[in-house]
């Protein structure tokens, strides 16, 4: 049995909270508390917790400046943010200051245990509503970086060779298709990754498609 400590100055969260852990036999919340200052008090008094499950927003003391205070201490004690607050800034802003995990608090009763065992196994763990936004943002980051080129010009021939590329068609059989060399094909499939910079035949579709030159 893992001993659970909750912060949250809002006590039916406190009551939500403790009679949902404490439904799967794993866990006992073993005391709660309205502000960060209160399990400071806690820890200091001695006594004993697996985990701390917190929110940021709290009068007296909020969950960030407890996170700094438990890592002042040299705590060890994994702290899982459970907050309203659902944008990656404070998801940042409580990673930096200590804390295992974070979770908005619009996640399901599977996501939170699943959460809590990750950080109780002395792993981390971000909400998938969160992570998949960082996904996107890293996506969309790399892709900008990626094509932030000029639009470079493209021969009638180029535009034939990248649409057959991106039919599956080889080398040979887009020479045999166009009636031309294997070899010139080949030089516009060199001049088409000179010209975008890609790195490979990937890369080079990903462009095509992504400036709208085949579809």
């Given amino acids: 049995m893992k001993n659970i ?8 969260i406190r009551s939500g909270l403790k009679m949902l852990l404490e439904s799967t036999n794993h866990y006992k919340v073993i ?7 209160e399990v400071i008090t806690a820890i200091e008094n001695g006594i004993q917790i697996d985990l701390i499950i917190s929110d940021i927003t709290m009068p ?11 890592r002042e201490k040299q705590c060890r004690i994994p702290v899982l943010i459970m907050s309203m607050l659902d944008d ?36 981390r763990y971000v909400c998938s509503f969160l992570a998949l936004k960082i996904i996107d943002q890293v996506v969309e980051t790399e892709n900008s970086q990626l ?3 000029n639009m470079p010009e493209f021969s009638t021939r180029e535009v034939e060779i990248l649409q057959l590329i991106g039919q599956g068609l080889t080398n040979a059989e887009m020479a045999d298709k166009l009636f031309i060399s294997r070899r010139t094909v080949e030089g516009h499939r060199q001049s088409l990754i000179d010209k975008t910079g890609a790195r490979n035949t990937a890369v080079l579709m990903r462009f095509a498609y992504t400036k709208g030159i085949i579809n």
């Fill in 88 to 123: 990656q800034a404070h998801l940042y802003q409580a990673i930096s200051a200590g804390a295992s995990g974070f979770l908005t608090k619009s996640v399901d009763s599977n996501e939170l245990f699943f959460a809590v065992s990750k950080l109780l196994a002395g792993e």
């Fill in 31 to 37: 005391s709660d508390a309205g502000n960060g200052q």
């Fill in 5 to 12: 400590f909750i912060a949250d100055d809002h006590k039916v």
């Fill in 147 to 149: 094509f932030k080129v």
């Fill in 60 to 70: 007296v003391m909020d969950g960030i400046t407890m996170l700094r205070t438990l």
